[in-house]
């Protein structure tokens, strides 16, 4: 890592990013003029908030053939498809940095130290970092029960990474069977606090119609509209998120 | 004497030219003629099943006014086709001839077509001949006062053409009107009155034994009487036609 | 005959109940400790799903001893001919394409999606045609109409809409709304009255179009009033829950054997049988494996392709006889 760290410091990069969760660390962290490709996903509106930005860059499909035209120095993945792409990258010696999908907040910060490093610019992390060390700070001691809900009742695991966010905004996680809400308990036992994924909200699906049931509008729990496309990737684009939570609460 | 049915100006596109027919109560006609000359349209124009009359009257009731219940109490048509799709009991079909229940009057079917082994049975299971005096049966139920009969005599045993025939003799007698399609000639001379149907329109109007002796017949049929039997007609024989 | 009409209708009764009110165990214990909310539960819950697999299957049952009659052929049914799916296509379009988020034009829209595909029908197949024929322009339009309407879902602009393709071709009674539940019911109970109307035609129906002519009825608009009130129950139906098969094929079946073969007096206990086996079949789903949840029409599927392939065979019988 230091010693590319060294090399990027010294020539001009060209950095493509082939998923949705990567293109985010991408576009928040590089100066534009060093970005060639994000992922065509992170260009539509309803799946990105800097969806505006990604549309001056190519967008590619998430294989390295897409870019390589472009003749990319360095591809960011994550996740699955990073293996094939990290050996392919290899024999057509471009440098392939896979970043792990976060599973705590810590998760987030390594990624963002990593990506900040590969791209020689290790300060351009800190404002994130600091954002985010505020936020653990400020976080309310008392959490409210909760539930985020998107479509057709999915929810979020008690321990999970998206629990941990919704945590720093003062709301606690309830455990449920299958990370699932359903009907049954918005009636029996609903959260105090609703917190409900606007993500595709105007676009049909059995998911929506589900969240139009009369039992889901008409429930007794406080209603927090959030936007659905930072829970996707719950990755930098979080805290922003969470700000801005915590802010309509106060 | 004024006709049980009257029927003026019935026609069928491309199949019966207008057409003017009268019954008069207790007459057995039949109605003869080669395929597709219109022996079925002819039935079917009168019933005011298929086509455009303009009037078709029963004992002086205008027929297609009537409802249906009505309308099954004037007039009475059996079609040719011995179809049946589902496995409802003989005794079930012919109560559908009535709007009203009646035990009786089913049982007296029964038994005058000799159904009573078959009652119970579906008719969908049965030969076409057994079908035949089950539909039969169902078109009498009702006690039509004209009967519109489309070859009912197909597909019996001889001993059943002969049955219905009598059968048909007694209806007639009791004041009723009927006509039957016919396909085998033999069995005209058992009518009072023969109609020939041919090209879609009534070609002669006799008495059966006129009928067989008569022209049209020939013309229609392309044979004439032999001495025992029938013979074809010869091209001379025949009248050419306009 | 009053008797037995009186027994079935309790019957229907018991099952609906249990339908409603099974699994027993969280409506007790809730109506123990807040009895509103047990109330709440039982209405806003899992009533309308109750309402829901009644009325669906009474449509479905109906309507499938209808188009029978119509087309005199055992085997005509709203999934068979093609209706169902059309319905489901229909639906697809108006509210992934189009746009349509209004339940009540979403009703209509699948309505007319089985319209066409019943139309369809009618024009490949033509009214008399022979049992083998209507089967396979009925499957047929079948397929076409289910493949279409998962291209249509996989193409729609939410990527979610692809994994609903399931919930639409094989049924979901599932989280459904009393709103819901009106919007497929009250259309399809006026049309079902309208067909039980015409109950005594499509008894004499049996004897041939042609004795339904002579007695003063128009067959022909019978057809076409029978197709078209069977299309707007299936759609509206179907808008709410999916197309669901097989149960308007085996309804009719068991009502003409309550009724000795007659084909209109059937609509009624068809009606009943229908709405009893999609409660059952629903029952059943809910029992089912825990956290896997299988579409009640794969169900009624499984449990009713031997009773096609039995009545398959004996139209062939009867054919060779």
Redesign the interface.
Known sequence: MPAFALLAASLPLRVASLNLCSDEYLLLLADPGRVVSVSYLSQDAQESPLWRAARRYQGNRGSIEDVLALRPDLVLTMGGSGRASASLSGRLHIRSLDLREPASLADVVTNLRTVAAALGAPGRADPWVARLRALKASAPSQAVDAAWVSGGGQSLGADSLGAQWLRLAGYRQRPLQGARLTLETMITNPPKALIRSNYRSGQMSSGQRWLDNPIIRRAPSRQVVTDGRAWTCMGPLTITEIERLRRRDR | MTPVLDVRGASIPARLRSTALRLDAGELVAVIGPNGGGKTSLL?GC????GSAESITVAGEDL?A???AR??HL?????A?R???????VR??VA?GLAVPDARRVDALISSLELESLAGR?V??LSTGERARV?LA??LAPNPMVLLLDEPLSNLDPYWVLRLLGLLRGIADGGVAVAVALHDIERMTAFDRALLVDGGEIRADLSPSAMLAGREFARAFRIERAAAGWRLSSPAGRRSSP | MKGAGALVGLALAAIAAAHLFLPLGPVLALHRSDPATAELLLTQLRLPSTLLALGYGAVLGMSGAALQAVFANPLASPDITGGSSGAALGAVLAAYWFEVSGPIALAACGGAGALVALALLLTLAGRNAAGATLLLAGLAISLAAGAATSLVLALAPSPFAFYDSFEWLMGSLVDRSLPQAATALVPAAFCCLLLLARSRALDLMALGEDVLASLGYRPRRIAIEVVALSAIAVGACVSVCGAIGFVGLIAPYAGRLVTRGHPGRALLPSAAIGGALLLLADLAVRFGPAGRTIPVGVLTTVAGTPLFVWIVVRMRARVAA
């Open positions: 079917r019933s005011g099943i298929d297609r009537a409802s249906p309308r099954s007039l009475g048509y059996l079609p086709s179809d049946a799709v589902w496995p409802i009991s079930d079909v559908l579906a969908d299971r539909l169902r078109v």
